[in-house]
């Protein structure tokens, strides 16, 4: 069962998703090699719970941490450990949930660290892009098929990438997972009307090469079956009568990385309407 939101509602959301990405913003102020995923995990819970909110993943379905890192060949769902110390040339995609004022946030960024290959980059830009193409299509009127295409088409016809089929976007609101699924393929015009006060999560992961996925054995970390890198980037969005309302704000991750020396930016491509 879908719940369409109030306008109020939907401003519960948005403080929520913010401070995911204010938590975000502190990952992407600390994040280098050498540093471990335990160590982004607890300065972003600090931010949380200074706010006085409660992390979202921590504790849903018994998973263990305030953050999924999830790094190179790794797609989503990683526990950071101690023991997960990055190095350069990794990517490494962070997902952050957060529950306040009885609405969760959710968002997520992957971050490029030192000297990424430029095969590598590409696929972060073009999954990044991908994001941005499918929110365009998060309008009234549309069919959540008319955002998985946009997403699938960019990434595969023009790109070349797989896009995981196992794990899909979804409605958010008083739960983090509500309905609808939100995958990111599909078939233009099909699939549940898109309403004002839907509000879902839209959020790419796309596969260097194929698109098949395994679960590890910690029965978490999800990982592409062929070993190659992934890329992961998330935003939550209000679908709205001419343009989506984005209530996660990247920009104050963005913000971050430019400070920091040891990440890359993962600039939008240009794309041909
Ligand atoms: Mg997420
Ligand atoms: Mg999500």
Request: aromatic fraction near 10%; hydrophobic fraction near 35%; charged fraction near 30%.
């Given at each position: 069962m879908i719940y369409y939101k109030t306008e109020e509602e939907i401003e519960y959301i948005r403080q929520s998703c913010l401070l995911v990405c204010e938590a975000l913003a502190e990952v992407g102020r600390l994040?280098?090699?050498?540093?471990?995923g335990k160590e982004i995990d607890e300065a972003a819970e600090k931010v949380i719970l200074d706010h006085g909110?409660?992390?979202?993943?921590?504790?849903?379905?018994?998973?263990?941490?305030t953050l999924c890192v999830s790094v190179n060949e790794h797609v989503v769902h990683g526990i950071p450990t101690a023991d997960q110390v990055f190095e350069g040339g990794d990517i490494v995609s962070v997902d952050c949930g957060v529950f306040m004022n009885g609405f969760f946030g959710d968002s997520a960024f992957t971050f490029p660290l030192g000297e990424v290959s430029e095969e590598v980059m590409e696929l972060c830009r073009v999954t990044n892009t991908s994001l941005y193409l499918g929110i365009e299509q998060a309008v009234a009127g549309n069919r959540l098929g008319d955002i998985g295409h946009a997403i699938q088409h960019y990434v595969e016809r023009e790109h070349g990438y797989g896009v995981v089929r196992d794990l899909v976007g979804h409605g958010i609101g008083r739960e983090l997972h509500e309905d609808p699924q939100v995958p990111n393929f599909g078939k233009r015009g099909r699939g549940t009307l898109l309403k004002e006060g839907l509000t879902i999560a839209i959020e790419p992961m796309v596969n260097l090469g194929r698109k098949e996925v395994r679960t590890s054995r910690d029965g978490w970390t999800v990982r592409s079956k062929d070993l190659k890198p992934s890329a992961h980037y998330e935003h939550t969005v209000a679908v709205q009568?001419?343009?989506?309302?984005?209530?996660?704000?990247?920009s104050l991750i963005e913000a971050a990385i430019q400070q920091n020396p040891n990440v890359q930016e993962v600039a939008l491509k240009t794309v041909n309407a």
């Open positions: 994040i280098r090699p050498g540093i471990s909110a409660k992390p979202g993943f921590k504790g849903l379905y018994g998973f263990p941490a009568k001419d343009k989506a309302d984005i209530l996660s704000d990247h």
